[in-house]
Nanobody
Framework: VQLQASGGGLVQTGDSLTLSCAAS????????MGWFRQGPGKEREFVAA????????RYADPVKGRFTISVDSAKSTVDLQMNSLKPEDTAVYYC?????????????????WGRGTLVTVSS
C-alpha cells in the first residue's frame, strides 16, 4: 500500500485547510486510516482515524470540533478538513493505514505510512 499526502501549506490563525491522502496498491489490506502529526521538537501524535466505511471515527482532544476526517472509498482517498487552525497545529501531517478493523490511536497499530505534508499556521 502506498500513501501520498498532500494539501499542506502556510496559513494564518483561524484559517481552514484540507489535507488529502491518496492510497494505492493493496488498499483492501487496510481497514482503517489515520492522520498523525509531528510538531517542531515534539513526538508524533494521533490526530484522527476512521474506517474505509466511515464508521468508528476517533479524534484527539485538541482537534475535536475543529477537524473532520472523511473517506471516499471509491477513490481511495482520506481527507482531513481542518478549521479554526491555531499556531499549535503547526506540524508535519502524516496519513497512515492500519490492518485493524477499528480505528486506532496508537501509531504502532499502523503498518503503512505516507510521506508527510507540512502545515504551518502563523499567528
Amino acid at each position: 500500500v502506498q500513501l501520498q499526502a498532500s494539501g499542506g501549506g502556510l496559513v494564518q490563525t483561524g484559517d481552514s485547510l484540507t489535507l488529502s491522502c491518496a492510497a494505492s496498491g493493496r488498499t483492501f489490506s487496510t481497514y482503517s486510516m489515520g492522520w498523525f502529526r509531528q510538531g517542531p521538537g515534539k513526538e508524533r501524535e494521533f490526530v484522527a482515524a476512521t474506517t474505509w466505511s466511515g464508521g468508528g471515527t476517533r479524534y484527539a482532544d485538541p482537534v475535536k470540533g475543529r477537524f473532520t476526517i472523511s473517506v471516499d472509498s471509491a477513490k481511495s482517498t482520506v481527507d482531513l478538513q481542518m478549521n479554526s487552525l491555531k499556531p499549535e497545529d503547526t506540524a508535519v501531517y502524516y496519513c497512515a493505514g492500519s490492518e485493524s478493523r477499528w480505528p486506532q490511536k496508537s501509531a504502532s497499530a499502523y503498518v503503512y505510512w505516507g510521506r508527510g505534508t507540512l502545515v504551518t499556521v502563523s499567528s
